[in-house]
T-cell receptor
Framework: DVKVTQSSRYLVKRTGEKVFLECVQD?????MFWYRQDPGLGLRLIYF???????EKGDIPEGYSVSREKKERFSLILESASTNQTSMYLC????????????FGEGSWLTVV | GESVGLHLPTLSVQEGDNSIINCAYS??????FIWYKQESGKGPQFIID?????DKRQGQRVTVLLNKTVKHLSLQIAATQPGDSAVYFC????????????FGQGTELSVKP
């Protein structure tokens, strides 16, 4: 089975802190994604990556950055956390360049106070 | 803009009945569709997918129907069980846009015992 692991399930951070959300997948997938999920807004794509050291902005990249130093690992970085970044963050991965299933991790609940 | 939408935000069914969850999409270039199930506090879980060269695909207790003429996708769950209670999302992949998916808002399925 495909496994996408998000290391932190629940985090509470203070405004202005730098936050790292880590994600690892074990299926040698080329593509990795970071989404956030908010009530009434659904899933919104923050950043994605098609290969090591590659990154592309999604629909809502402001306030975030990413890092992909190894194929299996994709990190989401909040440079200076703000309360409007309180959300559930979902990492996902898929193979290939066209139309393949995206597999999700269990999510990281981030609260910024 | 182009988006994936759902006809009903909530659906309540009796245990043992069949459930039908509908989804409309507007992009005729979409070539791959996925249904996800998301239980409370968890990440989306892959249920079933279908490519645009098919109009029906069956899994275990689930069937996905694709009508490209009217850009409509549906998920049918046979003999619905309490464990099927969750939010169901459809997602579409637009041809030649890599692995990115566009997600609908979701339908909450509630199964009454």
């Amino acid at each position: 089975d495909v496994k996408v692991t998000q290391s932190s399930r629940y985090l509470v951070k203070r405004t202005g802190e730098k936050v790292f959300l880590e994600c690892v997948q074990d299926m040698d997938h080329e593509n990795m994604f970071w989404y956030r999920q908010d009530p009434g807004l659904g899933l919104r794509l923050i950043y994605f990556s098609y290969d090591v050291k590659m990154k592309e902005k999604g629909d809502i990249p402001e306030g975030y950055s990413v890092s992909r130093e190894k194929k299996e690992r994709f990190s989401l970085i909040l440079e200076s956390a703000s309360t409007n970044q309180t959300s559930m963050y979902l990492c996902a991965s898929s193979s290939g360049m066209t139309g393949n299933t995206i597999y999700f991790g269990e999510g990281s609940w981030l609260t910024v106070v | 803009g182009e988006s994936v939408g759902l006809h009903l935000p909530t659906l309540s069914v009796q245990e043992g009945d069949n459930s039908i969850i509908n989804c409309a999409y507007s992009n005729s270039a979409s070539d791959y569709f996925i249904w996800y199930k998301q239980e409370s506090g968890k990440g989306p879980q892959f249920i079933i997918d279908i490519r645009s060269n098919m109009d029906k695909r069956q899994g275990q207790r689930v069937t996905v129907l694709l009508n490209k003429t009217v850009k409509h996708l549906s998920l049918q769950i046979a003999a619905t069980q309490p464990g099927d209670s969750a939010v169901y999302f459809c997602a579409e992949n637009i041809n030649n846009q890599g692995g990115k998916l566009i997600f609908g808002q979701g339908t909450e399925l509630s199964v009454k015992p």
